[in-house]
């Protein structure tokens, strides 16, 4: 046993934890017959990525599980990894291109992936670094990267499954399109924000009439694409003049007025613009009614040929030159403020553009079914439950997945294109889809064969996370012939590894994420693992708040209001911030932080340091005979109720892990250790602490509680077990405390709480008079309840020492004159101090003082009435429940009682 240094310091302690358990193969995992597997798979971090506090939260309640579980006997395995992010990772190295005048397309595609692939070995893995400052417990061993070579051979296997199972199809759609990215988006990735902006409204001329028809749009520069003008078909104000032709402003080109039941006829004048080459919502209008589809944009937002004088304008460029010619011909009516919502892209922010293009596609609702089912049974549960109808809402109106991307960094798509055979008309036709780049053309046999340039999207590589970290679908490279054999072998080994690996560890246990890629990654490594496992993907998924600064704004860059994780491990440590980060984590809420509130933690590190020194200090020199604690029966009061405390306490924590209310279990152990253990037990014990059973106590119940908050601050723990148990090995290694029945006693937890309260009630008296800590005060406790005075009497040599007690008498409560000395209500009793000769009295005062503390209790017994009289509440809730609410009741009419006889006596 070593004694702790005097002073905590975080800094010489937390990094070489952690090195001490990576080193020793602590976080490693493998199939072991003899465990229960319990594995987790982390949410890849973007290479791109640098640490934030959705991470540090994401990953603290990932690591306690974790490590928990070990704890419980289970062989707990975290998978880390990080996702390539193409988007995001081609912006990174773009904008640095930018900075020598140097674009893409200028270098080329191969000349540019080199690059990115030299960016990614130099920084990709900072945020795996950032991750270990976090203390987490991956198993870095099996570190894995969406674009490593067995990972991608997953993605392009899957491709070439659901291609020719028919669920993967290229068409012409409209899609979501970033102009400054220049690739299409899932409709996820665009998400929509409400934005001010204008409605115009235009007067489109009847072909061969001075008449006209006004249409509202607040997007003028697409008219240029216009096929028709739509009127509800129940509109009686055009009914007349549906078929008629009007003249396309500006482009001159006659186009058709249309019936259709999609029409609002309240928005605008209840005449709308058709432009089904960009708008969503015009495109199946455009389908039903075989219009003309025509793009006026270019990939980059500028004008292209069909928009006629605007060509190479900007589209907002665009707009106010339109608008301009509008006016001028006499064709703009006016112009309203409207606030509308706006898709943007979920990357740069960029407004998108809604864009009929070609893309590739995969049809969702086949995949869906299984996954609806699955969370419909109960086979995957939410935590919080309510996510699950936002879960099942969504997949039960599931979109195609819009899965290519017009950019370079990626997996690039498995298709290739015979010269020959390709039909721009047939999507199959002249279509390859191989692993490798055939040499012939399989219909012809011609050689001018070329691949695909788009890449696929990044989630449709992540959703395939908890099966392809594994080495799924096991394909085994090929080898130089002269080690052919050697090499082969090696591979069968590895991959029969692997299988076994994945058959043990798969389905994982729990997803832990946060609720904005529910759509983007959850439900669809649902989809993925029942279409290419057969099985659920994970059991559980645990849906973490949202952070936001103290005001409830999210916190962000371009707002200034993030706290870095980082700085604040600095200036307070990990174990500080992992407790305080989960300690105001309910489930599924989300948190308001402030650089202060990292104080919780760091003060309970201290708290922690300060009682294990002391209790170190105390046991240092005996032989270590004293660490079994003795029979129940040979124990004394205050030894007794710290191990039923304990065991209580452990009980519900359990309790608590096993719902995932994870900041309940951080408050828990908490309020255990120090308002229990280090406020009243440790003060307890030094009145026995030369007594062997005493010291035992001390011992065992700090080293049980260095395990169970092990999970929540796992560094400030192993430096302290380590020094008390003399073990060079990690408490991850240790097993979980088991409860222990027979130390649980409610009665005499009831009676350490009456002597508690009536101490704590005492020390209040002597405050409001003003007693010096040295000087002793004469006590009184008048009670007709004869237990009461029992406990208090048979344990008045703690109540003495805690309490600074000159002399302690009994009375019953009639005996007692408050209206002469100092008088306080407590637990079942009053408490009378004896007030000195010369000692002044301010009686208005303790009125006062009592008449607050009845208002106090009688606003408790309204409300408490109300809810006894609630029929609903009285149906519903446990018989149990209901008795200890009418308990609680009577024991507040009894304090209300004791405080106005005070009061009454008072003059």
């Known amino acids: 046993m070593e004694e702790l240094a005097k002073k905590y310091s975080f800094k010489d302690i937390e990094e070489k934890q952690y090195l001490f358990t990576e080193e020793k193969s602590f976080f490693h995992a493998k199939t072991n017959s003899s465990k229960k597997p319990f594995s987790i798979v982390i949410p890849p971090p973007n290479v791109t990525g640098i640490l934030h506090m959705g991470h540090a939260l994401n990953n603290t309640i990932q690591d306690i599980l974790i490590r928990y579980k070990k704890m419980r006997g289970f062989e707990s395995l975290w998978m880390p990894g990080t996702d390539h992010a193409g988007i995001a990772t081609q912006n990174v190295v773009e904008r640095k291109l930018a900075k020598g005048g140097v674009t893409r397309d200028s270098i080329g595609r191969e000349k540019f992936l080199e690059l990115v692939w030299e960016w990614k070995q130099e920084y990709g893995s900072t945020i795996i670094r950032q991750l270990r400052r976090l203390a987490c417990a991956c198993d870095w061993q099996r570190t894995r990267f969406t674009m490593d070579e067995g990972y991608s051979d997953a993605v392009l296997e899957v491709f070439i499954r659901l291609y020719k199972k028919g669920l993967i199809y290229r068409g012409n759609y409209i899609i979501n399109w970033c102009p400054r990215c220049r690739t299409a988006l899932s409709d996820e990735e665009a998400p929509h924000k409400d934005t001010q902006g204008f409605l115009y409204y235009i007067k489109y001329p009847i072909k061969d009439s001075k008449e006209f028809v006004i249409v509202a749009t607040t997007r003028p520069e697409t008219m240029l694409g216009d096929s028709a003008v739509a009127v509800h078909p129940k509109d009686k104000r055009y009914k007349s003049l549906i078929g008629q032709t009007v003249i396309l402003p500006l482009m001159d080109r006659p186009i058709k007025i249309i019936a259709d039941d999609f029409v609002d006829p309240d928005f605008g004048t209840g005449a709308v613009k058709v432009t089904p080459a960009h708008d969503p919502n015009d495109y199946v209008m455009g389908k039903r009614h075989n219009l003309e589809f025509i793009n006026v944009l270019n990939p980059d937002g500028s004008c292209n040929e069909n928009a006629g004088d605007y060509q190479g304008s900007d589209r907002y460029e665009a707009r106010e030159a339109i608008i301009e010619d509008l006016k001028a011909r006499k064709l703009l009516v006016k112009v309203e403020a409207h606030q509308h919502a706006v898709g943007h892209c979920y990357r740069c922010h960029t407004v998108i553009e809604p864009y009929y293009s070609k893309q ?146 798969y389905p994982t246990a729990v997803l832990v994420t946060a609720p904005e890629i529910i759509f983007f990654w959850v439900a669809r490594m649902i989809m993925a693992g029942f279409e290419f496992m057969g099985d659920i993907p994970f059991k559980d998924v645990y849906i973490h708040g949202t952070v936001r600064d103290d005001t409830g704004r999210k916190m962000s860059k371009s707002l200034g209001n993030s706290i870095d994780p980082l700085e604040i491990i600095v200036d307070y440590g990990t174990d500080a911030l992992r407790f305080s980060l989960i300690s105001i984590t309910a489930m599924g809420q989300d948190i308001y932080l402030s650089k202060e509130k990292f104080e919780f933690g760091r003060n309970f590190c201290n708290k922690i340091w300060n009682a294990s020194r002391f209790i170190l200090m105390n046991l240092k020199e005996d032989s270590g005979s004293w660490q079994k604690v003795s029979n129940k029966e040979e124990l004394c009061f205050s030894d007794a109720w710290i191990l039923s405390r304990f065991n209580s306490t452990l009980k519900k924590l359990n309790s608590s892990f096993a719902q995932y209310r994870l900041n309940e279990s951080a408050n828990i152990i908490y309020e255990f250790f120090w308002h229990q253990f280090c406020d009243w037990y440790i003060e307890f014990s030094k009145l026995s602490i030369e007594n062997k059973t005493t010291r035992a106590v001390l011992y065992n119940i700090l080293e049980k509680s260095l395990r169970v908050l092990h999970p929540f601050m796992p560094l400030i723990t192993d430096e302290i077990w380590q020094k008390a148990t003399g073990q060079k090995t990690s408490i991850m290694s240790q097993p979980w405390p088991e409860v222990d029945e027979v130390y649980i006693d409610a009665g005499l937890e009831k009676e350490m709480r009456i002597l508690m309260d009536v101490c704590c009630d005492i020390r209040n008296l002597r405050n409001e008079k003003n007693i010096k800590p040295k000087d002793k005060a004469d006590i009184t406790i008048g009670s007709d309840d004869q237990h009461i005075i029992s406990v208090l009497d048979k344990n008045r040599e703690y109540l003495i020492d805690l309490a600074k007690i000159q002399t302690l008498n009994f009375a019953g409560e009639k005996d007692l004159d408050v209206s002469i000395n100092p008088t306080a209500s407590s637990t079942g009793c009053l408490i009378m101090m004896k007030a000195k000769r010369d000692e002044g009295r301010d009686t208005q005062k303790e009125k006062e003082k009592i008449l607050k503390q009845i208002k106090e209790i009688s606003e408790h017994i309204t409300r408490k009435n109300k809810l006894l009289n609630n029929e609903n509440y009285l149906k519903k809730a446990p018989a149990a429940v209901v008795e200890k609410e009418k308990r609680s009741l009577l024991e507040l009419k009894q304090e209300k009682a004791k405080l106005k006889k005070i009061k009454n006596a008072l003059k």
């Open 360 to 505: 590739w596609f995969v049809k969702m609702k086949p995949l869906a079914k299984p996954a609806i089912e699955a969370v419909q049974e109960g086979r995957i549960k939410f935590y919080p439950q309510r996510w699950t109808k936002v879960y099942l809402n969504w997949m039960e109106n599931i979109q195609d997945w819009c899965i290519s991307r017009q950019i370079w960094w990626g997996h690039r798509l498995p298709v290739y294109y015979c010269a020959k055979c390709r039909d721009e008309n047939d999507y199959k036709k002249g279509v390859i889809v191989s692993l490798q780049k055939p040499d012939i053309c399989p219909e012809c046999g011609a050689k001018d064969i070329v691949q695909d340039v788009d890449v696929l999207d990044t989630w449709f590589s992540s959703w395939l996370w908890p099966f392809a970290t594994f080495g799924w679908p096991f394909r085994e490279k090929s080898t130089d012939h002269s080690q052919q054999s050697t090499d082969h072998n090696q591979q069968s080994a590895d991959t029969e590894k692997q299988k076994r690996e994945l058959e043990y560890f």
